[in-house]
Nanobody
């Protein structure tokens, strides 16, 4: 069974840093892509950063230069280092993995971890 478990959320002040981690129950490279989404109150869930199986990262424009996604294929974890946090980064952050099996896409989600940035 594929499971994703996030950790590392919390309350910080603007300008501070947080590191989120996601531990997965399968081999990390089984995912075609793995990364982080977030959902702020009253808004749709959006992709924040993700990494392809080959290791290529993608970032939404609003976090470029501040957030860094990384992975550890030995520990089967993916992390999101968030620097220079802003109040608008406040959201529930979800780890997400995408797999393709028999030409069908499967999406897996963690339970989410709350990040609150105070001004």
């Amino acid at each position: 069974q594929v499971q994703l478990a996030e950790s590392g959320g919390g309350l910080v002040q603007a300008g501070e840093s947080l590191r989120l981690s996601c531990s997965v129950s399968v081999v990390l490279t089984d995912f075609n892509a793995i990364g982080w989404y977030r959902q702020a109150p009253g808004k749709q869930r959006e992709v924040v950063a993700k990494m392809s199986r080959g290791g290529s990262p993608y970032y939404v424009d609003s976090v470029k230069g501040r957030f860094t996604i990384s992975r550890d294929v030995v520990k089967n974890t993916v992390s999101l280092q968030m620097n220079s946090l802003k109040p608008e980064d406040t959201a529930v952050y979800y780890c997400h993995g995408e797999m393709w099996r028999a030409s069908q896409q499967y999406d897996y989600w963690g339970q989410g971890t709350l990040v609150t940035v105070s001004s």
